[in-house]
């Protein structure tokens, strides 16, 4: 039997691409670029699946020229936005994600990003590295301590409740804002506000673990970032369109904002030159999933997807 043809768009973890070639016919370009639109839509006429990661976007425009003989679209990714999914749908073309198995990894992105913007990593990791340190004193480098203080999150999916698990580790209290009330069990004691603001006007920290959808674009906008307690500590490792990013360096420049974490932006690859002025945002370039466990379990349960969907199973993670 013939395998199916699949296209990698980019250079997953190597068990991934050694269980794909083995199952599959694949392409695969070891220059790692994104693939843009008339890649994608070129690619469409070779190839029976695509895996893609959040660098490929299949806009409306990219989707209505897509080839009838591309049949699912397997993400390496939990979020799809990059995925225009009304666009998709008419089309027949299924859409999985790989939900579950990147929440750990991410959400010890969080942590590392909510301490290290807590407790100035960016500056003392430079002065010490500078060879610059030459100067101690009890008022040096004095950051906010995260025990027992109040840590909003808004999203309880997967990231957001193993963020939640983790931080009960550290005494915070925490507080959330969702869609819909947790049950009592995943609640664990988590306190859940209803509104936005509620949760807005009690998070000491706050993380941000929601989709980004039409509806969560700019969500902390100038308005929402003037709720947070003064000196709140910002975390998102989430999507960068969720926040902006204007009201952001300008709270942090009125001192509103203590610290920021991000590993996500507006402009990706790139980032936002502007927040590196500010030694108390810290940054990341968009790696929360990226472990070497966590690699291989995206890649297998894109695979996953690809797999039940040629031997003619239900969807495994339908989007
Ligand atoms: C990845 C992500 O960096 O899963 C997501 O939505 O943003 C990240 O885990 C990326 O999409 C890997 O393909």
Redesign the pocket.
């Known amino acids: 039997m013939t395998k199916p043809v699949i296209w990698i768009t980019r250079t997953l973890s190597d068990a991934t691409m050694a269980r794909a070639r083995r199952d599959y016919e694949v392409i695969w370009d070891a220059a790692d670029a994104p693939g843009g639109a008339e890649d994608i839509i070129a690619m469409s006429g070779q190839v029976d699946g695509i895996i893609p990661?959040?660098s490929e976007h299949f806009s409306a425009d990219v989707v209505a020229r897509l080839d009838p003989r591309l049949k699912i679209v397997a993400n390496?990714?939990?979020?799809v936005d990059h995925c225009d999914l009304p666009a998709l749908g008419p089309r027949g073309i299924v859409v999985t994600n790989?939900p579950g198995v990147?929440s750990d990894a991410?959400a010890e992105l969080a942590m590392m990003l909510m301490l290290g913007a807590a407790r100035h990593a960016v500056a003392g990791d430079r002065v010490v590295r500078s060879g610059d340190w030459d100067f101690w004193s009890p008022a040096f480098l004095v950051g906010k301590q995260i025990t027992g203080a109040r840590l909003g999150i808004i999203g309880m999916g997967g990231v957001g409740r193993a963020f939640a698990r983790k931080a009960r580790g550290f005494d915070m209290e925490i507080h959330y804002h969702n869609r819909n009330r947790l049950t009592p069990e995943d609640e664990a004691g988590a306190i859940y506000h209803d509104t936005l603001d509620d949760l807005l006007a009690v998070s000491d920290f706050l993380s941000l673990h929601c989709p980004a959808t039409p509806e969560t674009t700019g969500l902390m906008n100038a308005d929402r970032l003037a709720r947070l307690p003064e000196g709140c500590v910002l975390v998102n490792t989430a999507r960068g369109n969720l926040i902006d990013e204007t009201a952001l360096l300008q709270a942090v420049e009125a001192g509103h904002i203590g610290a920021a974490g991000l590993d996500c932006f507006a402009t990706e690859p790139g980032g936002n030159p502007a927040f590196a002025r500010h030694d108390n945002i810290m940054m990341m370039p968009?790696v929360?999933?990226a472990t070497v466990r966590t690699r291989d379990a995206?890649g297998f349960k894109a695979l996953d997807n690809l797999d039940a969907f040629f031997a003619g199973k239900p969807s495994l993670d339908p989007v």
């Open positions: 990661c959040h390496h990714s939990v979020g790989t990147l991410t968009h929360g999933s995206m």
